[in-house]
């Protein structure tokens, strides 16, 4: 199986950090040894249990520092390019990578968060898209369940094939109750016909995110069988 995942979304926002946990925790219950990484983040102090970094960390249990698990995090709440110019610092691209291995070294399976989408700038002349490629694992994208995602999923996955990544499926989530809109049951299709990508499930909102039910949806909304053998497929 390939040594990790990176997860994009269409958007900032979208439930990467939600479905990463939930993902690593639906792996982890099939015996999986799985790590967490947030290379790049912004908008919080490291240690801000609102953080993505810290997020992963309470949700998955990890037992790595928040150091291991975010390289780089800027106060400023703007894109983390932005925010590293605004600092005077530069984000290292190898700094990344070091970090990378020394965790895939330890895990069967690494999730690895990206920030907002595909084509959120980390310096003056490289994205997320370009960091994703750089780390050459396959692409997990998360995006809305409403009208407006045919658009948004279908240009993030032929943007990322022509950047030679290979997008492997899509998880729509956080579909609200009272969210009847009539696009909703017809996406899915759309997106798997327009961009030729698996989605592999639509993950409710859910009013409760502890680990546990975190796990329990995303076994129930997912098809974490199916992303496992497409893991499988992209490592041969
Ligand atoms: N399925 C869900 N059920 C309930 N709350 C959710 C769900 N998905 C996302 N959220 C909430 O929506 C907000 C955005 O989700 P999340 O932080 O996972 O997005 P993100 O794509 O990781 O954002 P960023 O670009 O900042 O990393 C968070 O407050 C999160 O708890
Ligand atoms: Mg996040």
Not at 52 to 59: E, I, P
Not at 147 to 158: A, D
Not at 222 to 227: E, G, Y
């Given at each position: 199986m390939s040594q990790g995942i990176f997860i994009t979304a269409t958007d900032t926002?979208?439930?990467?950090?939600?479905?990463?946990?939930?993902?690593?925790?639906?792996l982890k219950e099939q015996g999986c040894?799985?790590?967490?990484?947030?290379?790049?983040?912004?908008?919080?102090?490291?240690?801000d249990p609102e953080s993505?970094?810290?997020?992963?960390?309470?949700?998955t249990g990890v037992d790595d520092s928040i150091d291991e698990i975010v390289a780089y995090?800027?106060?400023?709440?703007?894109?983390?390019?932005?925010?590293?110019?605004?600092?005077?610092?530069?984000?290292?691209?190898s700094v990344i990578l070091e970090r990378l291995d020394r965790l895939a070294g330890k895990y069967d399976v690494v999730f690895v968060e990206g920030a907002g989408g595909l084509m959120v700038p980390?310096?003056?002349?490289?994205t997320i898209a370009d960091l994703a490629g750089e780390i050459g694992w396959p692409l997990l994208i998360v995006a809305r369940p409403l009208?407006?995602?045919?658009?948004?999923?279908?240009?993030?996955?032929?943007a990322a094939r022509r950047l030679g990544l290979s997008p492997v499926g899509v998880i729509?989530?956080?579909?609200?109750?009272?969210?009847?809109?009539?696009?909703?049951?017809?996406?899915?299709?759309?997106?798997?016909?327009?961009?030729?990508?698996?989605?592999?499930?639509s993950v409710p909102w859910l009013a409760d995110l502890s680990p546990e039910h975190l796990k329990e949806s995303v076994l129930?909304?997912?098809?974490?069988?199916?992303?496992?053998h497409l893991l499988q497929r992209e490592a041969s």
């Open positions: 926002g979208v439930g990467k950090t939600v479905i990463t946990a939930g993902l690593a925790l639906a040894r799985v790590g967490v990484m947030k290379p790049v983040q912004s908008g919080h102090s490291l240690s993505d970094g810290m997020r992963l960390k309470a949700w995090n800027f106060h400023l709440p703007v894109a983390p390019g932005l925010a590293a110019e605004l600092a005077g610092e530069t984000i290292d691209r980390l310096g003056s002349n490289w009208l407006g995602t045919v658009n948004h999923t279908v240009l993030t996955t032929l729509l989530n956080g579909l609200r109750p009272e969210e009847t809109e009539p696009s909703v049951e017809h996406n899915p299709r759309l997106i798997e016909a327009f961009a030729q990508i698996p989605v592999l499930g129930e909304h997912v098809d974490v069988a199916k992303l496992l």
